[in-house]
């Protein structure tokens, strides 16, 4: 098949098909305007792909979503987040040498200008630390105003470098402590735990479980092809706007509860669930209430229709490392039995709604110590390896115009203008 016909009042139009690597199929209706003066609707996008991309692969139906090829669950087992890092932005995994130059890059561009740790000042305790990191990536571009001059590279290796010290010195900021500056010696998770939770009176000691942990969980969060952030920092892009800019707006489209901000979610649901006494299976009713408005955070997803294979390595993960740090959580309790009764309720089963990877990343967080409004933070670091390669995608296309999409106007059809005095 290369082509498909579509018939719109009475005539017949040839599409040409577009089939993936992995015989996705797609029919390239950009011409179709020109050629028929209609356009086709799709809010939400769920039919609608808005690029070519050779960066992830997912299927929803069967629950695969790998890594230029390699699946998630190899690299969350064998790999680290900086291995791949490099493998989203290169399409490769690294040999020795560039595994080392790279890392060495991270550790150089760690630091932030000292002058920007002022901006930290300007926020009200109580500031959210997604609106710090998403205001702070914005002004890298103050730092580094020549972004599309210079070469992208350096710039991604900064934006990577620095997000963790961003984020770092926006909690330190949260609950009054004194920052902590990257330290050259350690690993990029090492570091960032470090920076997080080392204060200068004390010694703090770095536990390596804590360290594998959040490898697999910034792996496991690093790309998920098209999704509201990603097409966001496309959409931005696609306009020339310089990489910190297309960056941020990525970082504030994923702070929405709907996407990156259910991680958040999820452990607020699980708290309230505990303080009223632990009744679950009154949150499931009520999740099933449509006049409640009341969702159960973490479950449900928009690609995965079998299984989140993110959840299914996450709720592993999350027994092995709570259970190596002497942590009785009753949190995660909960959670296991609001999945258990969840997953054999019809509402859910009937609408595919299984547990995404956020249901469990706030457990695992909460374990290390991370606050919870720092959740959403956590998974924009791991994010940014994904926007970044999307980013580098969408410049590195000769052919690639600006987002553009289109509308279907149902307003008022024109009008007179009416003088106030004639108004009702
Ligand atoms: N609890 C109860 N009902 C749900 C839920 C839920 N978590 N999710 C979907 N539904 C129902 C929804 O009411 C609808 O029912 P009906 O067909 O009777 O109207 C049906 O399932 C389909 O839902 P939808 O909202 O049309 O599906 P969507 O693809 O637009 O939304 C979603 C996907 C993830 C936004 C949604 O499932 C949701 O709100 N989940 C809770 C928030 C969440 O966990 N988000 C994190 C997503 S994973 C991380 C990421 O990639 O961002």
């Known amino acids: ?17 577009i089939r993936g690597t992995e015989n996705e199929v797609a029919v390239d ?34 629950g695969i979503l790998r890594y230029r090829g390699y699946p998630i669950e190899e690299l969350a087992e064998r790999s680290d987040f900086v291995e791949t890092c490099w493998l989203l932005l290169n399409g490769e ?18 630091m932030i200008h000292e002058d920007m740790k002022k901006f930290f000042e300007g926020f009200p305790p109580s500031a959210h630390p997604m609106a710090i990191l998403s205001a702070m990536v914005s002004s890298l571009s103050t730092y580094y105003p020549n972004s599309e ?26 609950i009054g402590q004194p ?39 910034l792996i496991l969060h690093a790309d998920h092809e098209q999704n509201c952030s990603t097409s966001t920092v496309r959409m931005v892009a696609s306009s020339r706007a310089n990489i910190f800019a297309s960056i941020s707006a990525g970082i504030s489209a994923l702070w929405g509860p709907l996407h990156g901000g259910a991680n958040q979610a999820v ?45 299914t390595i996450l709720r592993k993960m999350s027994y092995d490392v709570l259970q190596e740090m002497g942590i009785d959580d009753p949190l995660l309790e909960i959670a296991c039995n609001l ?4 997953l054999e309720d019809d509402y859910f089963v009937s609408r595919k709604l299984y547990p995404n990877v956020d249901f469990y990343s706030g457990i695992l967080y909460r374990a290390m110590g ?32 600006i987002y553009r999409p289109r509308q279907v106007y149902t307003g008022a059809t024109q009008r007179s203008y009416i003088p106030m005095s004639e108004r009702k």
Request: hydrophobic share 40%.
């Open 267 to 311: 452990l607020e649901m699980l708290q309230v669930i505990h303080e009223d006494g632990g009744d679950y299976k009154k949150f499931v009713m009520k999740a099933k209430e449509k006049d409640s408005g009341f969702r159960l955070m973490g479950f449900g997803h928009r690609v995965y229709k079998n299984f989140d294979p993110r959840a």
């Open 93 to 110: 995994l690294p040999n020795a040498e560039q595994l080392k130059a790279f890392r060495a890059q991270l550790t150089y561009h760690s």
């Open 29 to 62: 209706i950009t011409r179709l305007r020109a050629q028929s003066g209609a356009i086709t609707m799709d809010p939400g996008f769920n039919s609608t792909g808005a690029c070519e991309s050779a960066i992830t692969f997912i299927d929803g139906d069967l």
């Open 370 to 401: 991370i606050p919870t409004n720092m959740f959403t933070v956590m998974f924009a670091i791991g994010r940014l390896p994904g926007w970044l390669a999307h980013f580098k995608e969408l410049r590195d296309d000769d052919s690639s115009r």
């Open 179 to 217: 920052t902590i500056y990257p330290r050259n010696e350690l690993s990029y998770c090492a570091n960032f735990l470090n920076m997080m939770f080392a204060v200068p009176a004390e010694e703090y000691k770095i536990n390596p479980v804590l360290v594998k942990a959040l490898n697999m969980l």
């Open 339 to 342: 999945e258990k009764v969840a």
């Open 149 to 174: 001059e210079e070469s992208t590279e350096v710039n991604i290796v900064r934006l990577i470098a620095k997000v963790r010290t961003i984020a770092a010195y926006a909690y330190k900021k949260s």
């Open 1 to 17: 098949m290369t082509t498909a016909s579509l018939t719109l009042d009475g005539k017949t139009y040839e599409l040409p098909v």
